[in-house]
């Protein structure tokens, strides 16, 4: 906020904020898109979010693309997420990282001679295989980091966010005290 609200200005801002917090008295029925329904992943992810939002007065179904693409992002981040496992295994960095980690429990704690094993035991690779497969963890990687920032972007955008919502509010606010006149010339 940059200065003090009036009487009217406050109650126009506490119906604004009113307007993302819980509303019982009004369900809006998002249209799912046949390409949502077709992906398993993000229907999973539309229907969690259509739960989680169960009675915020957030979307109308003017929001149901936005909301799709929000979860089409998700479901790629998971099957991203998935091959870069793999690949991950496939170079043998999956196991040397659970390794490491079962080295650092004192209970199961590997012998160095154990550790030694673990390393030798991973899939040989040619030099070129390898230079290969970190090319693509690579490319993986950054498709997963920018996938993030747009499904952040998104939620912000869908007011799925703490700061989403306040933003949201607030824009409510400034239209609610906006008077007819005033994108009018003059005074």
């Known amino acids: 906020m ?20 819980p509303d019982r008295g009004r369900e809006v029925e998002l249209k799912k898109p046949a390409i949502i329904s077709s992906n398993k992943r993000a229907n999973a992810y539309w229907n ?9 007065v957030l979307l109308d179904d003017l929001d149901s693309t ?14 991203t997420t998935l ?10 960095v999956q196991d040397a990282v659970e390794n490491e980690a079962k080295r650092r429990r004192k209970d199961t704690a590997l012998s160095d001679r154990e550790w030694e094993d673990s390393a030798r035991s991973k899939p040989i690779m040619t030099p070129d295989e390898l230079v290969e497969a970190v090319s693509k963890l690579d490319a993986l990687t ?6 993030e920032r747009n499904i952040l972007q998104y ?7 703490p700061s989403g919502r306040v933003r949201l509010a607030q824009r409510r606010a400034q239209a609610a005290a906006a008077e007819p006149d005033d994108d009018l010339f003059g005074n």
């Open 2 to 21: 940059t200065k003090h609200l009036t009487r009217t200005e406050l109650e126009i801002r506490e119906r604004a904020e009113a307007g993302v917090l």
């Open 48 to 56: 969690q979010t259509l739960k989680q939002m169960k009675g915020l």
């Open 66 to 79: 936005v909301l799709a693409g929000y979860c089409s992002m998700l479901a790629r981040r998971d099957q």
């Open 83 to 92: 091959l870069i496992g793999q690949l991950m295994k496939k170079l043998g």
């Open 142 to 147: 950054g498709k997963l980091q920018a996938l």
């Open 155 to 161: 939620a912000e955008k869908l007011g799925l966010t």
